[in-house]
């Protein structure tokens, strides 16, 4: 089984700064990454597929990077609405599909 | 439009069984992935179970011989029949549809299971 591991767990950001959340994998994932969002009370909202490639309807200041190990989730200029816990997920070697622990973003 | 509806769960004692659907509309469950994923209170994702368009099924260890995933197709609905629960089994459970090539794109709006000792 693959393992992923968020860091950090809480981020702690200004409303308009930039944000910067890792996931890591035990092995190689190759692209097949996931990144999602969810808000409490909530069903998580999927938003990045394929390491880089933003959802439907996704706003244009969340990018995903990386490969094999490494991801990056970047919300750009950070606004109300992002303040959430976010979630990678690998769905390269799968089943299990397996989500990191999670990282939360709250106000600074 | 897509939705997905989940229901049956509840208070439960423990070494109970309980079968939770998930009525979905928008399209046909017999011609996706479809998985169930559950979160313990205050806790993270964790991927249930998968039921493959062709009918194969898969668990997580956790779950294993414990829980049954089906489909009706005629219902367009996705079981989970799950017994011998547990306190560990206490969580919001989420039936969701894997994307072709990777993502869960849809999601229900969950429905808790609580076991009680």
């Known amino acids: 089984e693959i393992v992923m591991t968020q860091s950090p767990a809480t981020l702690s950001v200004s409303p308009g700064e930039r944000a910067t959340l890792s996931c890591r994998a035990s092995?190689?994932?190759?692209?097949?990454l996931a990144w999602y969002q969810q808000k409490p009370g909530q069903a998580p909202r999927l938003l990045i597929y394929?390491?880089?490639t933003r959802a439907t309807g996704i706003p244009a200041r969340f990018s995903g990077s990386g490969s094999g190990t490494e991801f990056t989730l970047t919300i750009s200029s950070l606004q109300s609405e992002d303040f959430a816990v976010y979630y990678c997920?690998?769905?390269?070697?799968?089943?299990?599909?397996?989500f990191g622990g999670g990282t939360k973003v709250d106000i600074k | 439009e897509v939705q997905l509806v989940e229901s049956g769960g509840g208070l439960i004692q423990r070494g109970g069984s309980l079968r939770l659907s998930c009525a979905a509309s928008?399209?046909?469950?017999?011609?996706?992935?479809m998985s169930w994923v559950r979160q313990a209170p205050g806790k993270g994702l964790e991927w249930v179970s998968v039921?493959?368009?062709?009918?194969?099924?898969y668990y997580a260890a956790s779950v294993k011989g414990r829980f049954t995933m089906s489909r009706d197709n005629s219902k367009n609905t996705l079981y989970l029949q799950m017994s011998s629960l547990g306190a560990e089994d206490t969580a919001v459970y989420y039936c969701?549809?894997?994307?072709?090539?990777?993502?869960?794109?849809?999601w229900g709006q969950g429905t808790l299971v609580t076991v009680s000792s």
């Open positions: 092995q190689s994932v190759s692209s097949n």
């Open positions: 039921i493959y368009s062709g009918g194969s099924t």
């Open positions: 997920q690998q769905y390269n070697n799968w089943p299990p599909l397996t």
């Open positions: 928008g399209f046909n469950v017999s011609s996706n992935y």
């Open positions: 394929g390491a880089s």
């Open positions: 969701a549809r894997e994307r072709y090539g990777g993502g869960t794109d849809y």
